[in-house]
RNA sequence: GGUCCUGUAGAGCAGUUUGGAGUGCUCGCCACCCUGUCAAGGUGGAGGUCGCGGGUUCAAGUCCCGUCAGGACCGCCA
């Protein structure tokens, strides 16, 4: 090694050793006579001193030097109580620099905001600062104590192809040309689904992997173009079998990197219940502000708006004492979100209804509103009316609006939950269903033989794990029997034809024996990012790419010369004697 | 596909409302001074296609139109 000690581990034990030290210059503090250089290397920095002979003058920040220099305990006055090596600084007597830098496009050291665009394009620099270090860090830690949890517990890893077939379902596929056979694609896995549902076939009973999927989507602050699942499924269990070890997994890593003890067994709430509190299927506990369902309370009503399917309302504390531009500025927020505006009444300090709605609702509706909502003198009560699903979207992103405007999110709590009995289908807007999940996913036991009569109400074994308003795992028992998975396609309007071209290859697994299965599969950039503590998962990600899909650090994607393009055959038509390709969604 | 925010020196910003000479702040960079700092300090200096294109105007960083890039959101993401 070049080094014989890290700069970052030593201490006033090692006070009188030689020592060399090798790593980039933090900071440099030059006073003439006497220089401090921090060197910081993986492991933290030291503080070498250099007297003016040793020409530490030149040295500038970020230059790779190694230094050989006796450690010494600071003078009396001079430790630094601030850091882990303050007591301690290596006098140089020997400087080698071992490359040199450039001045920097941003800097290291400090915490002073650089542009997204900058920090992706010098991404090797971003990753030397300090925060995105210790993020790639918790990342990787979190990903040996998966794997020790999982190892533990018997799981075999199994890589599954990253070059497959179009899936018709769900997310558009990225795309690859086949040279060897021009006008045919590959697909890359939006997820292993499928794949791990035929090992289970094979009976490895357990199976896990951390995987790599691509959708080709518009991209969100949590959302990436590729991006990393702990994918996992399991022979002969049930949900509360895979939800155990959901929490086993989540606890172990919560614990041993943030020293949090996960309450388990975490609490189970329905779809249903979360979506009438919360207007979310991964509600956000870490505050209160529940939605209330005035349905029956407006049955009555002469107001027109509020004769509607569905009348929900939420409350903002304090809200009353907003002033009219903040007030307009809900309308604009909830016009944004394409709903036609977000009705509300004031709640003021005498107990009077005030606001413009207020003057549409009759005295018995006026007198029992406060009560009803549980709103106080000084709140305000926001509304929505009509669809219901719609309503509550509205009034559960108002929620989440309120929640953030009054400061009501305790930043330093976690929140898990399970949401469990999702619907099976809902509907597609068409007059037909689809799959909520997706189209493997079983009926809970009690609709099994029913769900067909009822796709609207009928209820999966599904479960999703949500942390801080975040969905963060999900999963479901898979259907098994051959005669659920024809029912499931009715519903669906698959056709026999239509399944075998599409799903053929794994119906025809399922001829030979399957067993009961189901697993769950983390977003494991998410997970990390809530480790880490970041806003977005590019935080966790070494290379992400920004929200239009672009590289600034390799310039990905590239146009392809035209011999590449001929090679590839990307505009070869398919030769007929083959299976005929899964429709591509458009 | 849509909505909103942002774009000014290497970095982070102010200036745009009410048009008047690239006017300014913090950091960094370069040179010099400085023997106990740890966000060291001091003196001096360099550094600008105000994202790009067009328009209005005597005059545009500032107003208008378009466009590009980044970010957030809606749609979308089983």
Not at 541 to 563: H, M, V
Request: aromatic share 10%.
């Amino acid at each position: 090694m070049i080094r014989t000690h890290e700069a970052g581990t030593l201490r006033k034990e090692h006070a009188g050793q030689k020592v060399t030290l090798a790593g980039w210059v933090a900071r440099r503090r030059d006073h003439g006579g006497v220089v401090f250089i921090d060197l910081r290397d993986a492991s933290g920095s030291a503080q070498v001193v250099f007297r003016e002979e040793d020409h530490a003058h030149d040295l500038r920040a970020e230059y790779c030097v190694k230094v050989t220099g006796e450690v010494r305990q600071r003078p009396a006055g001079n430790e630094n109580p601030d850091l882990p090596t303050g007591e301690i600084e290596v006098v140089a007597s020997e400087v080698e620099v071992l490359s040199e830098s450039a001045p920097l496009p941003f800097p290291i050291e400090g915490s002073s905001g650089v542009s997204e665009e900058a920090r992706l394009k010098y991404r090797y620099l971003d990753i030397r600062r300090q925060r995105i270090a210790d993020a790639l860090r918790i990342r990787s830690q979190a990903t040996y104590l998966a794997n020790e949890v999982m190892r533990e517990r018997g799981f075999v890893y199994v890589e599954t192809p990253n070059l497959t077939r179009s899936t018709p379902e769900g997310a558009r596929d990225f795309l690859v040309p086949v040279r060897l056979q021009p006008g045919n694609w590959y697909a890359l896995p939006q997820s292993p689904q499928l794949f791990k549902q035929l090992l289970m076939v094979s009976g490895l009973e357990r199976y896990y992997q951390l995987a790599r999927c691509f959708r080709d989507e518009d991209l969100r602050a949590d959302r990436q173009p590729e991006f990393t699942q702990i994918d996992i499924e399991m022979s002969f269990v049930d949900q509360d079998d895979v939800i155990e070890l959901g929490e086993a997994l989540i606890g172990r890593i919560w614990k041993e990197t943030l020293g949090y003890e996960l309450p388990t067994p975490l609490p189970r709430m329905t779809y249903a219940e979360a979506m009438a509190r919360y207007g979310s299927d991964k509600p956000d506990l870490r505050f209160g502000v529940e939605l209330t369902d005035l349905t029956d309370y407006f049955s009555g009503t002469s107001f027109r708006v509020f004769q509607a399917p569905y009348v929900g309302a939420v409350v903002m504390p304090g809200g009353a004492s907003q002033t009219r531009r903040e007030l307009d500025a809900w309308q604009e927020w909830a016009k944004s979100r394409g709903a036609r505006g977000l009705a509300y009444v004031l709640v003021q300090e005498d107990g009077t209804l005030g606001g413009p709605v207020a003057k549409n609702l009759s005295e018995t509706e006026l007198a029992g509103l406060a009560e009803a909502t549980g709103a106080k003198p000084g709140d305000a009560v926001f509304f929505a009316a009509g669809a219901r699903a719609a309503s509550r979207d509205l009034l559960g992103a108002a929620r989440l609006e309120i929640g953030r405007r009054c400061d009501l999110i305790d930043e330093s709590q976690w929140s898990f939950l399970w949401i469990v009995d999702a619907p099976m289908f809902e509907e597609d807007g068409e007059g037909g269903w689809t799959p909520v999940h997706h189209p493997f996913t079983s009926p809970k036991p009690e609709w099994a033989d029913t769900f067909q009569d009822n796709p609207g109400e009928a209820l999966a074994y599904a479960y999703d794990m949500v942390c801080n308003g975040m969905e963060i795992g999900g999963g479901s028992i898979r259907i098994h029997r051959a005669e659920m998975q024809q029912r499931v396609f009715d519903v669906l309007g698959i056709s026999k034809e239509e399944a075998e071209s599409k799903f053929g290859w794994l119906l025809e697994a399922f001829k030979y024996g399957p067993p009961p299965h189901g697993g769950i599969a983390y977003g494991w950039d998410r997970v990390c990012m809530l480790l880490a503590g970041g806003e977005s998962i590019r935080d966790v990600i070494a290379f992400p790419k920004t929200a239009s899909g672009f590289d600034p650090l390799s310039g990905a994607p590239t146009p392809i010369s035209p011999e590449q393009r001929k090679e590839a055959g990307v505009d070869a038509t398919p030769k007929g004697d083959r299976p005929e390709p899964a429709a591509q969604q458009s």
